[in-house]
């Protein structure tokens, strides 16, 4: 097994096998750059890049390690991210002395992870939003349109999908404000104003697009894979108040946009190819342009914890996996471009929460506590049917291996109070960016 | 009434009164840069820039005119934006010879429209499209849902909307080529797989924001007119067929994602202020945070061509207003805010179809031909329930003024036959972007 001069540990996210990549800076050299996470330590690729180590894979390319997002590099195409990839796996191997023997740049190139600030790693110019897990579309669909309507016609013919707010994609960490916005209960006769009281999470995952197409071009599902640089963890946070009242008939909007945390570390597609596996069976046949071989996913299991702002520990509320989803990542890629829609390198595409078949596989508050009718207990003391102010939501999730783990680390917020309602439009909020 | 020393016709788009803003490009300077248009030409601002005329207004936050975007202008707020306007007025003056006397400045500043090329005004972040109109809803209602329930109860107290693809907004004379994608006739098992057989426009106007807010700090209704730099004409091309079998329940995907059209000029919010009007009385009176004086809205008239590809003359198809709008930009500030989400400079906010209350004032083909059983007469031999391959479609627009007119130019576009289907997915589509 391949082993790096630097100790990882064997439950950590972050051994030689995964290296994701991330943006970092330090107070020291407070510019965000480019660096994948080693053990307990970030390796600078910007540092590396300057001395030349990159030079024959990247060449008239760079530099594009000293940049503030990964979208310049993730533009460069499948092959180059493989040349790299190999050249920081070998340099961080246990038995490479280039970088392991040279003190001054190994003191220059590797941080350690708790003295640097991750931001977003990517520029996301648009962000997708699908509808891939049945078993989240089935419970969702009960409970809003009872089981006989619970699955939409097309559900089973095509990823459903949606375009989502990218502004407002935020990397973990960031503090949530619950926001305000209409509402109105089934017995009222006039929608009320105020704050969400139905904040929910959404475990889903995201995938990082790397390679784009020319608008009018569609990319076959034999090339999807291609296009996809990695994989990242998402919350998409909901008002499902808000929402219950908005979305007809052009779908969610404001139960959305307020904010959507990713992580932010970009697990590269082929740290996670030993761990391949075979989706559910698709009944019906999807069209040819969706048509898959084996194979099509990932064994990714995948956990969620919330932790009341009085308490110590958090307490998991779901468990469940990535291959649990009925579409793949592939087939989103293929079915966003057909009609001729271009991808960029940094879009994003939700997958959509993942729920498994059984309870504790779902991945939202509105199936875990059945729209609030089953409270969730955390700890001893404390119960939840919707997420409460100062609770804090994380998500992670890892890849198994035999004496390591392929992690994504984690996603996590922490919800602040909703605006004085009556304060909230008295004063001036307009910033010039 | 202001004069320029330019020659303008008193139904051209760009008199003195108007000067929208726009990025051009020339076969000597191949550069993108922005521009005015006054008359038949466009005055460069980069050269003014250059020679030190905005030196006083933008100072140290320029130079802003040598850019490929509006955005960098955009975001230095109002009072610049009022500033340099008035200077571009006063340059452009009959009575002032500063730039009018000054042939070598005025040869380098000043190039003819047809002699340029245009490019997407704005580098547009997100891209969000509304229904504000009630009588387009209700038309579409009463198609897809019957008399009774046209309209959905939270209609009337908030402006609907939904996210849309920003990548796919291109600028007015790009071709668009048909999408393929899944569609499923009313009388069929399984969905088919082809060429979009409903192609349709939408004829909307587009609010493009120029100051935004903070992610968590919404824009007040009293503020959020200052957040507008302008509006421009849009046309948000529809695939019917896809848009009926894939919509519910989270929106419109594919079937609006292959492209969107804008116009290449943007009005500034100042130039309408002689066109201020009172919209549509509204009752039930909307929540606090949605609530405005009168004059919220803006007297546009609108117009929608159609011609065929052996036809000389486009017919027109549409005439209808902005101000019919039920819903005012203002208030789409406002609401998409309110919840917390933030808005950047460049974002854009699609009106939604405008149509009034008269059958020749719908806004899209699905209400002309009423969902393709009454179509529309093309000149003396043709008709069209939808758009077909070659067909040209044109929005225009203006302000009319006494003895001058603030126009928006045109949208147009023409759509290419649908990549043939066999082939559509055997050819390698990625691009390195």
Same sequence: chains 1, 2.
């Avoid at 246990?94 to 520029?123: F, G, I, Y």
């Avoid at 049945?134 to 016609?153: C, I, Q």
């Avoid at 475990?203 to 197409?213: A, F, K, S």
């Amino acid at each position: 097994m391949k082993k790096s001069f630097i100790d990882v540990k064997t439950d950590s996210h972050f051994p030689i096998q995964n290296l994701p990549y991330g943006v970092f800076s330090t107070k020291g050299n407070p510019t965000p750059r480019i660096g994948v996470a080693i053990g307990e330590y970030v390796l600078d690729l910007s540092v590396l890049e300057k001395e030349g180590f990159f030079q024959q894979i990247i060449g008239e390319h760079g530099p594009v390690f000293n940049r503030t997002s990964l979208n310049d590099f993730m533009g460069l195409g499948k092959d180059i991210w493989s040349a790299v990839r190999k050249q920081v796996q070998l340099l961080l191997s246990a038995d490479e002395p280039t970088l392991r023997d040279h003190t001054a740049l190994r003191h220059e190139s590797l941080v350690l992870q708790n003295e640097v600030e991750l931001h977003l790693p990517m520029k996301i110019g648009d962000y997708t939003d699908f509808y891939a897990s049945k078993e989240h579309a089935t419970n969702v669909g009960v409970m809003f349109r009872g089981k006989e309507n619970a699955l939409m016609p097309n559900w089973t013919h095509l990823p459903v999908g949606y375009h989502g707010r990218s502004s407002s994609v935020v990397v973990s960490g960031t503090n949530v404000r619950r926001p305000v916005g209409q509402t109105k209960p089934a017995n009222a006769d006039v929608p009320m104003f105020g704050p969400s009281k139905q904040l929910d999470f959404e475990l889903e995952m995201g995938v990082v697009i790397g390679t784009g197409n020319k608008l009018g071009e569609p990319i076959s599902i034999e090339q999807a894979e291609e296009a996809i640089f990695g994989l990242v963890l998402v919350n998409d946070w909901s008002a499902r108040d808000i929402q219950a009242w908005e979305y007809q008939p052009l779908g969610p909007f404001l139960a959305k946009n307020f904010a959507t945390s990713i992580s932010p570390w970009v697990v590269p597609l082929e740290a996670l190819e030993p761990f391949r596996v075979t989706g559910p069976v698709q009944d019906p046949q999807p069209l040819a342009y969706l048509r898959q071989p084996e194979a099509n996913t990932f064994n990714i299991h995948l956990e969620a914890y919330l932790k009341g702002e009085k308490q110590h520990t958090p307490t998991r509320i779901s468990s469940t996996n990535y291959r649990s989803l009925y579409w793949s990542a592939a087939q989103m890629v293929a079915h966003h471009t057909i009609g001729g829609c271009d991808l960029n390198p940094g879009d994003l595409l939700g997958t959509g929460t993942i729920s498994g078949q059984e309870k504790e596989e779902r991945g939202s508050l509105l199936e875990i506590t059945w729209r609030g009718t089953e409270p969730v207990q955390l700890g001893k003391d404390e119960q939840r049917e919707w997420i409460e102010d100062g609770d804090e939501l994380t998500i992670t999730g890892w890849c198994q291996g035999d004496g390591y783990r392929v992690g994504f680390g984690e996603v996590t917020g922490t919800i602040e109070p909703a605006h004085d309602v009556k304060q909230l439009l008295s004063e001036q909020k307009l910033v010039h960016k």
